[in-house]
């Protein structure tokens, strides 16, 4: 049995079968189950050491049975796990701070975050502190620890979370604590990510004063990509806007002001990615309605033998092609048999199809029965704007 992950391709290896009298073998495999919503096929049923995509997490069971030219082996079988790689989560520790002294302060690690959704435990700890000082942390293992600066100065504190199966990379926080007035502590809000075009708005909602002053607003950019001319809408706004004018990164900083000192500055990455299509394969049938994004471009490649009953088309899959961000258009789409013995179809996308911003098009991939002849059926399409290709082959047998 073998362990894979979702997205590669997996290898079969029927090479260890034997024949006791030395005859040489022949190959026979099949697929006796697949996770739900799979669109899986081997790459051959009767070679060796044939190949599939695992394309949904989950168990995917095959079954080999080989002949030496007289008898049929008994059936042996394979599983292969497909799961999701497991990414490292990221610790944030949350932005400087700045206290007074002899007052409990709090450490907020609540913006960590794993990309696998995975639950998150904690792990503070002090780096370094003033001479003098005999502050602890409490709580060290919440996501939200608490201290008491005893000193004026600078205390370091460190963040590691842990997703069950990785830690995360360290992050640190400054927490800088006086007796008289406290500096205000700027927050340019979180990452964002975007799409061109989009009016991206600044949030400094987070910034704070220990004193309770008001306080006043600060941006300005630090760097944006070649080419753009994007300008904020007003920088001492709290929440001001840009356009943004080009793909790329937008790197903003905020520094706020209580009347009396100004902050430490703090940044914010403004991602805008460029428009772009994305495509989902849907259930094979009315009781399995699931859909699972699988990349664009999309290559696929498959045999499929089969006996129909009850209908003169077999439908070979079913997809949904969505536009984000400006519109698409579909071009050189053909749906042709190289061998000439039947007239596939798409259903539902024709020629010069423009699938607008924000919207989708399903479109069914359908082929008439081959009367027992073997069609080598080829299903293709062209993005206009990006030259990105939908392509769809299949050897198909039926009936």
Known sequence: DQNVTTGTLASLNGSSSSDADGDSLTYLWSTTSKPNGSASSLSSTTAANPQFSADVDGQYTFQLVVNDGELNSSPDSVTVTSSTANSAPTANAGPDQNVTTSFLATLDGSASSDADGDPLSYSWTITSKPSGSASTI????????????????????????????????????????????????ANAGADQTVLVGDVAQLDSSNSSDADGDPLSYSWSFVSKPNGSVSALSDATQASPTFLTDQAGSYVLSLVVSDGTENSNPDSVTITASAPKVRLYTKGNSIFDPTENEVGFPYSSQGTNNSSIIGSDVITLGEFRLEALGTDFNVTSLQAIDRNGIVAPRFVGLVNGDTVSAGSSISFKLETPKTNNQQADLLFSFTIQETGETFSFQRLVKTN
Not at 145 to 150: K, M, S, Y
């Open 138 to 185: 409490s709580f060290s293992t919440d996501v939200d620890a608490f201290f008491t600066p005893d000193r004026d100065g600078q205390y370091v504190f460190q963040l590691i979370v842990n997703d069950g199966h990785a830690n995360s990379a360290p992050d640190s926080i400054t927490v800088t604590s006086s007796g008289d007035n406290s500096p205000p502590t």
